[in-house]
């Protein structure tokens, strides 16, 4: 638990690098990044173990990645994280997620971005399965303004938000879409797979 802003689990900084190949960062609390938080240019492996039952009173339950910084996702799972704002499992500003492997599934934002939340940032998805979680607006990835999605990849199933883009939201950002799988999410309005407001993508295999 962090008595500050974030970091509940692991404070990451200064051009750190941490790998994650077993074991588990559960349980935290923190304002922001419960699971952990990236700071200057530092940087997050994981191939294996789980973040899970973190809670975030602002965002980044699982983890909160600030400018400059990477997070590289090849297996383990990311699961049973909670924030008050955005991003349960991953939020990101100004920064970059990578994600070829592992499981995001059954976390729970009260706001947007469940699975991810986008600010400022990118990601790429060629494996990882992001399925069961919760939000407002954006169950699995929230793409939000300058941001971008690449997925050629993986799969977004099964997730559920009270109104808009239950797979992907997209709002005056970019996405390219060559592969994978984006199916069996339930939107309470619209946009159950994906929903877009003033973006521009590039659907070629999905």
Not at 3 to 32: H, K, P, R, Y
Not at 71 to 93: C, D, K
């Amino acid at each position: 638990t962090a008595a500050g802003d974030g970091g509940g689990g692991l404070a990451i900084a200064a051009q750190s690098e941490l790998s994650v190949s077993g074991g588990a960062i559960s349980g935290n609390t923190a304002n922001s990044g419960a699971g952990f938080i990236l700071t200057g240019g530092s940087k997050l492996t994981m191939t294996g173990g789980e973040i899970s039952g973190n809670t975030a009173k602002l965002n980044g339950g699982g983890g909160f990645a600030s400018k400059n910084t990477a997070v590289m996702m090849s297996g383990g799972s990311v699961s049973g994280n909670y924030t008050s704002e955005s991003g349960a499992a991953f939020y990101l500003s100004y920064a970059k997620i990578t994600l070829s492997g592992g499981t995001i599934s059954g976390n729970t934002a009260k706001k947007a971005g469940a699975a991810v939340y986008l600010s400022k940032s990118t990601a790429t998805l060629s494996g990882t399965t992001i399925s069961n979680n919760k939000a407002q607006n954006a169950a699995g990835i929230m793409v939000s303004t300058n941001s971008h999605l690449t997925m050629t990849g993986g799969a977004i199933t099964n997730n559920q938000v009270e109104d808009r883009g239950a797979g992907v939201y997209h709002n005056k950002s970019t996405g390219t879409y060559t592969g994978g799988t984006i199916s069996g999410s339930v939107a309470g309005i619209e946009g159950g797979a994906i929903y877009s407001t003033g973006s521009t993508l590039t659907l070629g295999g999905v």
